[in-house]
């Protein structure tokens, strides 16, 4: 089946993913003693900005995705395009943390936002003109990937500004809640999108979509405060490792979070792959698979932000990465498409619970003076190691096959988080 087809056949189930998650909304909202940080003017404003401005991203994803292997046919080049996207991470995210702690966050996030329009553009025009290769592709990927190196540490770090650290759990569950539901609106818009206009829309309603989270930055009282002077970029830098190494627990944390962005999420990148030769279900199968590891993970944010705060945060983690690797594990191996679905929903829920939880330990755990630079080193372990991983797993998944490449990742996955669990799990830790 076509990908026009078959969004224009099956977009009544993405109405009733998506009904799920306005119900959700709708349940959540009346209670503001449950999702505390929605009391703030500013993170309202910034909550609601960046749903409709992920959900642009998320479009964007999925039409890159299943363009890139309708182009290609070839693992490789989805990994390929993948580490592109995530290897300026790994060169300029430590650069970016410092900027965060000495210039306004909230400027600085206007700016990025404003920058990330430009390849949503470029590659919405080539598309149309019918010119697009897989190189244009990971070129503006990276483009947008030394942006995204900038935006990620300061976007992180000014939730905390925002909120104050008593709601931080609150805002940063919020946060990935507002992901992960435009994980499940954006590919429903995208399926409309594809049917009716074509897959250059797509790229330009993502364009579009940032306007409303510069609208929102611009409305702000909160700018985000200069913590930091000019005694220059790597003895600031050096401050923040310094801090680091006085917290085992912390590199505990990070430690598991590269493992996991190393060898366990490149999957993801996987996933049409799976969608097309696994389960020989095309654009239907990857529309599913994306949809359900969306509605695990919003289940986990959810909860997260519902629960107000997580005592054992330690303990929670180790759970959770037990819980991914196992799904990961099961998902690789699985040929029943429900069980895999059931799976990767799952899976969903085990990461993002784990991320949360890491994040928020973090943010509670770090001076506000070193924040940015501690969560620029978050991002580069979370988002640098990516482009290792996915062109790591690309290429063995060429040449040995997709589902034993990542039967092989779930099975590592599940000894470090073994390893952290039995240092954790149970042990009473409330930090």
């Known amino acids: 089946m ?20 306005v119900k959700a909304l709708i349940y959540i909202m009346p209670n503001p003693e449950r999702f505390s940080a929605l009391s703030f003017r500013d993170f309202r404003l910034f909550w609601f900005g960046q749903l409709i401005s992920l959900s642009g991203t998320w479009m964007q994803s999925v039409a890159q995705g299943w363009l890139v292997y309708s182009l290609t046919k070839s693992p490789f080049y989805l990994g390929l395009v993948a580490a592109a996207n995530a290897l300026p991470i790994l060169l300029f995210t430590l650069i970016g943390g410092v900027m965060a702690d000495r210039f306004p966050k909230r400027n600085l996030l206007l700016i990025t936002q ?25 070129l503006l990927a990276f483009f947008l990937g030394t942006i995204n190196a900038i935006d990620i540490p300061t976007r992180q ?49 993502n364009a579009a979509s940032f306007v ?91 909860g997260i932000a519902a629960t107000g705060d997580i005592k054992n945060k330690t303990g929670f983690m180790a759970f959770a990465g037990l819980c991914f690797s196992t799904a990961l594990f099961i998902f690789s191996f699985s040929k029943i498409f429900p069980v895999s679905l059931a799976a990767i929903m799952f899976g969903g829920w085990g990461i993002v619970s784990y991320f949360a939880a890491a994040n928020s330990y973090i943010q509670v755990s770090v ?10 080193v978050y991002s580069f372990v979370f988002l640098g190691t990516a482009p290792i991983g996915n062109a790591i797993m690309g290429a063995v998944a060429d040449n040995i096959g997709t589902p034993y490449a990542v039967t092989g990742a ?22």
Not at 367 to 376: A, I
């Open 2 to 21: 076509s990908l026009h087809l078959y969004f224009a056949w099956n977009k009544k189930h993405y109405h009733k993913i998506v009904w799920i998650y």
């Open 114 to 138: 404003a920058l990330s329009i430009l390849p949503a553009l470029i590659l919405g025009v080539l598309t149309s003109m019918g010119i697009t290769t897989v190189w244009h592709v990971a």
């Open 157 to 205: 770090s000014f939730l905390a500004e925002m909120v104050g650290k008593g709601h931080i759990v609150n805002a940063i569950a919020l946060n990935s809640a507002a992901f992960n539901g435009a994980r499940i609106i954006g590919p429903m818009i995208a399926g409309l999108t594809i049917s009716y206009l074509g897959i250059p829309a797509c790229f330009f309603l």
């Open 212 to 302: 409303a989270v510069i609208a929102a930055l611009a409305s702000m009282q909160t700018r985000g405060e200069i913590k930091i002077g000019s005694q220059g970029v790597l003895s600031e830098f050096m401050e923040g490792i310094t801090f680091l190494r006085g917290s085992r627990e912390i590199i505990h944390v990070f430690l598991l979070i590269m493992v996991f962005s190393l060898i366990g999420l490149p999957y993801i990148s996987l996933l049409p792959v799976f969608a097309a030769e696994v389960f020989h279900k095309g654009a239907k199968g990857f529309g599913f698979l994306v949809g359900f590891s969306g509605i695990g993970a919003l289940i986990a944010a959810l």
């Open 367 to 376: 001076p506000d003076e070193l924040r940015g630079r501690v969560m620029s």
């Open 410 to 431: 779930g099975i590592l996955c599940i000894i470090a988080s073994g390893i952290f669990a039995k240092k954790y799990l149970g042990k009473g830790r409330h930090a």
